[in-house]
């Protein structure tokens, strides 16, 4: 059994190539996170949605014209890393490209399965050639998320959109974090990324040279699958102390969402959180912020929301915040 489906991109095959290639363009239509060896033989593994992590090897490359993977994913007995193919082929088209995905290698159930999220994506890829702008993925939501690690990949999907509209004017507007501007609180992030990176083993160096969304996206992208390959259990030593797993899970939580709210209010943009997704962090907040973090002025005090306010405000306000109806 096999899925095939052609769409038609309103760009030239180099551009539709770049789309399905490129890891900060990937972002916008299909992964939250992205890795990608672009070349024959290179890895890659996409975190296609919190918590489902597709992984294989590029076996063909020819650019503007066709990509061929192996296809699988983690964790599944069914179809584990590698176990199908899929050919993408991009041919010109009156209206810009044809592109064509095929996924072979599948039988009947899982071919109907990946059905419904190709043509998800495809969709997806297809507003976003046509119109140039990222939109939220209800995909991402993690509404009850499982565990701690796919909270933090759905706390990325939301920071991301921001990042990625963030301009050079945006830089030295001011935050509600009142010693940071966005460019300082880029840095500030960027750095406790690199720092959880490096406890959980992956040694992946900074580029302040980048833009925002595409250095945090980096940076991100490494912690998070080396905590999934780790898991949640026993102590990492964070360089500064040594602490549970669970304890820098949260504080990785904390970093990803709540700053993607000072960015979000520096910026005057949306900020679209699941109310279920708010509330498991603000659990994870409840066991990770105590008063020796508050007194240290890493949070200020608890501030006052009305009994009305989301859970998103309540977090907010968990954490010394004042979010709209405090």
Request: charged share 20%; net charge negative; with cysteine.
């Amino acid at each position: 059994m096999s899925f095939e489906r052609t769409v038609i991109l309103p760009v030239d095959p180099d551009t539709a190539f770049a789309l399905v290639t490129d890891p900060e363009r990937l972002r916008r239509w299909q992964t939250v996170a992205c890795r990608l060896d672009l070349s024959v033989g290179g890895s890659y593994r996409f975190t296609m949605g919190p918590g489902h992590y597709a992984a294989g090897t590029i076996t063909e490359i020819e650019p503007g014209r066709r990509l061929v993977l192996s296809w699988g994913w983690e964790g599944s007995d069914a179809v584990p890393p590698g176990d199908s193919t899929v050919f993408i082929t991009m041919k010109p088209h009156e209206q810009g490209t044809a592109l064509t995905l095929r996924h072979e290698g599948l039988d009947a159930g899982q071919s109907s399965g990946h059905a419904e999220g190709w043509n998800h994506f495809l969709d997806r890829l297809v507003n976003y050639a046509t119109t140039g702008h990222a939109v939220p993925d209800e995909w991402n939501a993690a509404p009850e998320p499982e565990n701690a690690i796919i909270s933090a990949e759905a706390a990325l999907a939301a920071l991301q959109l921001v990042l990625h509209h963030l301009t050079d004017k945006d830089l030295q507007r001011p935050t509600p974090c009142s010693e940071y501007n966005v460019q300082e609180l880029t840095d500030h992030l960027a750095g406790s990324l690199s720092m959880l990176a490096s406890a959980l083993g992956a040694d992946i160096p900074d580029d302040p040279a980048l833009a925002p969304e595409p250095r945090i996206a980096r940076l991100a992208q490494a912690a998070l699958e080396s905590f999934s390959a780790r898991g949640l259990e026993g102590m990492i030593d964070a360089g500064f102390a040594t602490m549970p797993a669970s304890v820098i899970a949260g504080i990785l939580n904390l970093e990803l969402l709540v700053h993607g709210w000072d960015f979000a209010q520096a910026t005057s943009q949306q900020y679209e959180v699941d109310p279920g997704l708010a509330d498991y962090v603000l659990a994870l907040a409840r066991n990770t912020i105590g008063e020796p973090q508050r007194a240290s002025g890493s949070f200020g005090p608890e501030t006052v929301v009305a009994e009305s306010a989301g859970n998103l405000e309540r977090l907010l306000a968990f954490t010394g915040r004042v979010p709209a109806g405090a």
